[in-house]
């Protein structure tokens, strides 16, 4: 995170916005994956087969490190670049609605920024903005978190939805953004790119902080028939639009 040496020459921007883009996929995935877990179908379905212990269990622990564990045993030649994608993205949407599942009673607090929003934004000042900063790391961050991050509490701002909850929830998206950001740029400067693996941390970090953020800032209320329940056709068009 402090590491303020000069960037890599040459810096593969394209790389980077491409890290972005899939990383933006993988989180709308697990999103997406949210807001099954919390239709009556699926959460039908998933009471009747498994015990609550054993979801979380699946969950927070099997799962994850059955998923790095196919990263890190299958290299690039056995596994493709596609076909490790396409499993990080089904694993990414498994988590998702099975950490929802689990968290049903909990409604989500709607002033915490969207997870995918921050990484969309960045990925598309790397490409725009990372060139005329040269090789100066730190206006390199500052040009692509700095102006993700200014352009998110404009436009929260603006929605009247700025606050504290808000300005804590960002300041950990921000944290995370960074993070991932370094890593990107060390991988760079060491030879070593690691695209899916980046991926699959995100979506490790996103699992775990939605949990928390549900049960921290969320609302309990047992009455599940007061949660929501829409067609899919509006679930995916309003998951990807918010």
């Known amino acids: 995170l402090t590491d303020d040496s000069p960037l890599p020459q040459p810096f593969d921007y394209f790389y980077s916005l491409n890290s972005y883009y899939w990383r933006t996929v993988t989180i709308v995935c697990l999103r997406l994956g949210e807001r099954l877990g919390r239709t009556t179908v699926f959460h039908s379905f998933l009471s009747t087969v498994f015990y609550p212990y054993i979801l979380m269990f699946l969950t927070y622990l099997l799962l994850p490190a059955h998923l790095q564990f196919i990263h890190l045993k299958y290299d690039k030649k056995s596994l493709p670049t596609a076909d490790r994608r396409l499993i990080i993205m089904f694993y990414s949407f498994l988590l998702g609605m099975l950490s929802s599942h689990l968290l049903i009673e909990w409604i989500p607090n709607q002033n915490l920024p969207h997870p995918f929003f921050i990484p969309a934004l960045v990925g598309i000042m790397i490409l725009l903005a990372g060139p005329s900063v040269g090789h100066d790391r730190k206006l390199f961050l500052l040009s692509t978190i700095g102006v993700a991050t200014a352009l998110a509490i404009s436009?929260?701002?603006?929605?009247?939805?700025?606050?504290?909850?808000?300005?804590?929830?960002?300041?950990?998206?921000?944290?995370?953004?960074?993070?991932?950001?370094?890593?990107?740029?060390?991988?760079?400067?060491?030879?070593?790119?690691?695209?899916?693996?980046?991926?699959?941390?995100?979506?490790?970090?996103?699992?775990?902080?939605?949990?928390?953020?549900?049960?921290?800032?969320?609302?309990?209320?047992?009455?599940?028939?007061?949660?929501?329940?829409?067609?899919?056709?509006?679930?995916?068009?309003?998951?990807?639009?918010?």
């Open 155 to 242: 436009i929260d701002i603006l929605n009247n939805q700025f606050g504290l909850l808000y300005l804590l929830g960002l300041s950990l998206t921000v944290f995370v953004a960074t993070f991932n950001l370094q890593c990107l740029v060390d991988g760079m400067k060491k030879g070593d790119l690691d695209m899916e693996g980046g991926i699959i941390k995100v979506i490790l970090i996103l699992l775990f902080s939605s949990s928390l953020d549900k049960v921290l800032w969320g609302r309990y209320e047992a009455d599940l028939t007061k949660h929501y329940n829409i067609s899919t056709g509006k679930l995916i068009l309003h998951t990807i639009v918010f």
